[in-house]
T-cell receptor
Framework: KQEVTQIPAALSVPEGENLVLNCSFT??????LQWFRQDPGKGLTSLLL?????REQTSGRLNASLDKSSGRSTLYIAASQPGDSATYLC??????????????FGKGTLLTVNP | DAGITQSPRHKVTETGTPVTLRCHQT?????MYWYRQDPGHGLRLIHY???????DKGEVSDGYSVSRSKTEDFLLTLESATSSQTSVYFC??????????????FGQGTRLTVV
């Protein structure tokens, strides 16, 4: 059974700092990995999607990397801002055939960026 | 929001009553999903659908049923609500995202309280 772990569970940083969020998964036979942002009381917003054949994806100040063989992904946020404060979730989809697109989620990292 | 609408957004119901949550999508996506989100557990898949009248169970399906009579609507029913079903329920679809790859998009959630 795929298990996804996110460390740390919570992180507080001053504005302007660069930071890294970690995601690890137990079954390396993934199809892709997706990073989401969730604001309090809101739904999930997709940030970055990395296919199993890719090593990284970038969007603005966000960069996500994937090392499938070691079962790890990182989300790098450059020059953090108070508006980045949210819970960040990673989710993996297993490969091996089938098209039901079931995701296994980590429990998230609660990020607080202090002005 | 990928054209996903959940209703109601908030509901309080009594133990033992049936409850139906609705997910409506406007973009003709084939795959739809219901997740629940609980502190300490993250998001867990309840049921999913891969077409009209085609559904399957997820990891926490006990006490829930689903129906999909039209492409655009996926209904989640709590047959006899219990306090353990107090949660935030999210609907998701599988759609085309970054780089033409398929990824998950989520609705805004339904907060259900069973008293």
């Amino acid at each position: 059974k795929q298990e996804v772990t996110q460390i740390p569970a919570a992180l507080s940083v001053p504005e302007g700092e660069n930071l890294v969020l970690n995601c690890s998964f137990t079954d390396s036979a993934i199809y892709n990995l997706q990073w989401f942002r969730q604001d309090p009381g809101k739904g999930l917003t997709s940030l970055l999607l990395i296919q199993s054949s890719q090593r990284e994806q970038t969007s603005g100040r966000l960069n996500a990397s994937l090392d499938k063989s070691s079962g790890r992904s990182t989300l790098y946020i450059a020059a953090s801002q108070p508006g980045d404060s949210a819970t960040y979730l990673c989710a993996v989809r297993l490969g091996g055939g089938g098209s039901n697109y079931k995701l296994t989620f980590g429990k998230g990292t609660l990020l607080t960026v202090n002005p | 929001d990928a054209g996903i609408t959940q209703s109601p957004r908030h509901k309080v119901t009594e133990t033992g009553t049936p409850v139906t949550l609705r997910c409506h999508q406007t973009e003709n996506h084939r795959y739809m999903y219901w997740y629940r989100q609980d502190p300490g557990h993250g998001l867990r898949l309840i049921h999913y659908s891969y077409g009209v009248k085609d559904t399957d169970k997820g990891e926490v399906s006990d006490g829930y049923s689903v129906s999909r009579s039209k492409t655009e609507d996926f209904l989640l029913t709590l047959e006899s609500a219990t306090s353990s079903q107090t949660s935030v329920y999210f609907c998701a679809i599988r759609g085309e995202g970054q780089g033409g790859y398929t990824e998950a998009f989520f609705g805004q959630g339904t907060r259900l309280t069973v008293v």
